[in-house]
């Protein structure tokens, strides 16, 4: 996934490229028939410091993602102590001895993953009484070196969530590989969380969010549509 650094553009009008971003999803979903409201928009923020950050929220935006802990715990115990409305998002790889941090900072898991995560989030969630809503990253490109599970494992990996575990599943997420079609990612996310009766689909980033929309996404994950590009990609 190696690809050329950028440097970070002095000035990005960060209210006009969320409008943008607004009325892309409000086109899409009107053309699936669907309300536009049943889209959610995660602003993901990873690289960027508050001075962009700010301005996003300014612009009434309330929702984020991070793919890192630590870097998020840098950043959002000040902001979300500002900022109270505000929820935030893991989208990244979560290790097993991060877990009661992120359980503590974020207030949804995107990246469920593994049996023993599953396991350590659900033991953290008692013990601090904070029932995140959580998502099962599914792994649909059957990428060695990417996250997720397998999705002929996907069935039984909902079920130990779900049912043995009680967490509080509230749909899929998944990265296409980049160099594939994403629709037909979507299309299989999409009939994964349908025969497990979950309604949430996390799918589509900045360049193929309304793809998405179409093929039923509730959480599009939209980072550099909205604040530019970042310093290093990742
Ligand atoms: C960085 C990231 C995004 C956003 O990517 P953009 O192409 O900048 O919109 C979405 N999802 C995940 C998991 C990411 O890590």
Known sequence: MAI???PVAGSVD???NLAAVRAEIAAAARQASRPADA???VAVSKTHGPERIVPAIDAGQQVFGENRVQEAEHKWPELKQRFAEVAVHLIGPLQSNKVRHAVALFDVIETVDRPK???ALAR???KQDRRLPCYIQVNTGEEPQKAGVLPAEADAF????RDELALPVAGLMCIPPLEEEPALHFALLGEIARRNGLDGLSMGMSADY???IEFGATLVRVGTAIFGPRETYR
């Open 39 to 41: 889209v959610t928009l």
């Open 14 to 16: 960060i209210a006009a």
């Open 158 to 161: 909902v079920a130990l969530c």
């Open 4 to 6: 050329a650094s950028e």
């Open 210 to 212: 309304p793809v998405a």
């Open 117 to 119: 995560l599953a396991r």
């Open 124 to 126: 953290e969630m008692d």
